[in-house]
């Protein structure tokens, strides 16, 4: 479960010295996240059992800076997926130079009982099968 994704960077993502605020980067993060959700498990899907994703932890490492003329691409994969865990690894890079990276982790949550559940088995059949 891969996608990628190029970013643009937004004159509100930089500070004055044009370089991306470390906290666009979560955001990067979290795009990439929903493309992989759009593309494996869409949320709709995850809804009508009135489930959803949730976060526990995210990690980030900040190796170069970006700037306001950077153009860079965004990768994310699952690198985990158990019962009702799940872990998301991420790269931001340019010109095959990683300038961020990190993880999520997170549970597939049922919003009625408050509680972690576990994802169908169809989904994670396709897990394994990848």
Same mark, same amino acid.
């Given at each position: 479960?891969? *996608?990628?994704?190029?970013?643009?960077?937004?004159?509100?993502?930089?500070?004055?010295? /044009?370089?991306?605020?470390n906290?666009?980067?979560?955001?990067?993060?979290?795009?990439?996240?929903? =493309?992989?959700?759009?593309?494996?498990?869409?949320?709709?899907?995850?809804?009508? /059992?009135?489930? =959803?994703?949730?976060?526990?932890?995210?990690?980030?490492?900040?190796?170069?800076?970006?700037?306001?003329?950077?153009?860079?691409?965004?990768? =994310?994969?699952?690198?985990?997926?158990?019962?009702?865990?799940?872990?998301?690894r $991420?790269?931001?890079?340019?010109?095959?130079?990683?300038?961020?990276?990190?993880? /999520?982790?997170?549970?597939? $949550?049922?919003?009625?009982?408050?509680?972690? *559940?576990?994802?169908?088995?169809?989904?994670? /059949?396709?897990y394994?099968?990848?």
């Amino acid at each position: 479960m891969y *996608v990628e994704l190029p970013i643009k960077v937004k004159t509100y993502h930089v500070d004055f010295m /044009q370089i991306v605020s470390n906290t666009v980067y979560v955001q990067y993060f979290e795009d990439l996240r929903t =493309a992989i959700l759009d593309e494996y498990f869409p949320l709709d899907d995850m809804m009508e /059992q009135n489930n =959803a994703p949730i976060l526990a932890e995210t990690n980030v490492k900040y190796k170069r800076p970006l700037t306001l003329k950077s153009n860079p691409l965004g990768k =994310a994969w699952v690198e985990e997926l158990e019962k009702g865990r799940w872990k998301v690894r $991420f790269e931001i890079v340019e010109d095959d130079k990683i300038h961020c990276e990190g993880h /999520q982790v997170g549970y597939y $949550f049922n919003m009625d009982s408050n509680r972690p *559940v576990r994802f169908p088995e169809d989904f994670l /059949q396709s897990y394994r099968d990848m």
